[in-house]
């Protein structure tokens, strides 16, 4: 689940890396494009985890976490996640690299994906890699980020101070132990997160996901159509609550649309 890298250095006053080309769709272009499932987005996010524990067994900790720098390769109709971030930005510090303010930057500092000890400075490990997994999962399960304020600033404030939001708010059936895991992930004291990456996946594999009716997979009970019709009409209605919620769709876009500076 990790890009393969196969050589890097420093030629004159440029640094390279070699890997294998990135294979797939962007996860910025899944969730920009696709509905994704909750039981999709707990295997992107088991994937993503065991990425983690790759690297991490290979000294490297602090990746960029952002949905551009994640590929999602559909293979035999099951996705394959792959970490494009091989310590690029741990890498680009330690030369003294300087990055702009353009997204497209490899180099890019993007408040909306970052930890509150990363907002403000402090030490950079494992359990700040944690906090941008909740940020994705989160991001993941609703089609929304948990945090976004009017400018970088005011997101900072808000990855510092703000409680996580209630998934339910924006997606119905979201499990409870999955909220477990993304309050947990996104705390703000990184002593309270997941210590480690294999706690992080045994919560995950401990997580058994119904899949809802209105997917298209029922299963006929004994009572016939019956049942399953009122469960479906029930289905609709529900969502149609939902649609109405607090965020429009229009606002999401517009969120999404604002740039940062």
Known sequence: NVLRLHDWGIDGNRAYIATDPPRGMTLRHVLDNENVSIERAIDIARQIAQGLRALYENGIVGQDLRPQLITVDVVNVADR??????GLRMLLKSLGYIPSQRTSDIGYFDPLYASPELMNGGTVDTRSDMYQLGVLVFELV???????????????????????????????DVPPALQNVVDRLLAKNPQERFPDVFSLLAALDSMSVQRRPISGEWRMDSAGMTNEMTGLEKDIALSATIVGGPVSTEDEKTVRATPLD
């Open 81 to 86: 996640v792959q970490l494009d971030d091989v």
């Open 142 to 172: 609703t089609g929304r980020l948990p945090f976004v304020g009017r400018n970088p600033a005011e997101t900072g404030v808000l990855q510092s101070t703000a409680p996580v939001p209630r998934m339910s708010q924006f997606k119905h």
